[in-house]
């Protein structure tokens, strides 16, 4: 899932793209690529539905087991290996299960990442724990969606400043923003977009995970 479309690009700047514009839609796909990416490594989630499967973990005996990646979507399996590092046997997993009645072990508490034991807490161990679950967000927040259409903006002037069709003007647009040919006078426009990018910024720091 994308952070932004090409339609949301198109709408704020009041302008189209095809395969003979600069840059081309392909590029566009290619600059929505690269901020989806940006955008998870500094917040250290995915605003997606994202799968781990038998992520195998260390446990420290406390009922508050953090997972690496939150908000939790659900957890498939939670088990946790009875024979322990070093034993001579093979991994003895044994199920944990999701529920607050006493015949169960754990609920979740999704936006901290954590899940939260009320009976049968996992003992200390090293790699004694093995779990398959969702993190993430089903639909890609609006805080999100917009820095992710500031910043490939940002590239598309890039990419229109680098091009050779324009060498020749004295000034490059895309949509209401402009900026000098050379680079050096940055108009108004061209800070109202820097501010609104270091603003959406801040608002997507909210979302920041704190790992173990």
Do not use: C
């Amino acid at each position: 899932m994308a952070y932004t479309t090409e339609a949301n690009v198109e709408a704020y700047l009041g302008e189209s793209f095809d395969a003979t514009t600069t840059p081309a839609t392909a590029d566009i796909t290619i600059f929505i690529g690269w901020v989806d990416k940006l955008i998870e490594d500094y917040t250290g989630t995915a605003f997606e539905s994202t799968a781990v499967s038998a992520e195998i973990l260390d446990s420290e005996g406390n009922s508050r087991f953090k997972l690496p990646k939150r908000p939790i979507i659900s957890v498939t399996t939670f088990e946790v290996d009875k024979a322990g590092l070093g034993s001579s046997s093979s991994p003895d997993w044994e199920a944990r299960t999701e529920g607050r009645t006493n015949s169960e072990d754990f609920v979740i508490l999704a936006d901290e990442g954590v899940l939260y034991f009320h009976n049968d807490i996992p003992s200390v161990g090293i790699q004694n724990v093995r779990i398959t679950y969702n993190y993430g967000y089903s639909t890609v927040p609006k805080d999100v969606e917009r820095l992710a259409t500031l910043l490939v903006v940002k590239e598309i002037l890039k990419a229109r400043l680098a091009d050779n069709l324009y060498s020749s003007q004295d000034s490059i647009s895309v949509g209401p923003i402009n900026i000098s040919k050379a680079g050096t006078q940055s108009t108004s426009s061209v800070r109202e977009l820097d501010r609104d990018i270091e603003e959406a910024w801040k608002a997507v720091g909210k979302f920041k995970t704190v790992l173990h």
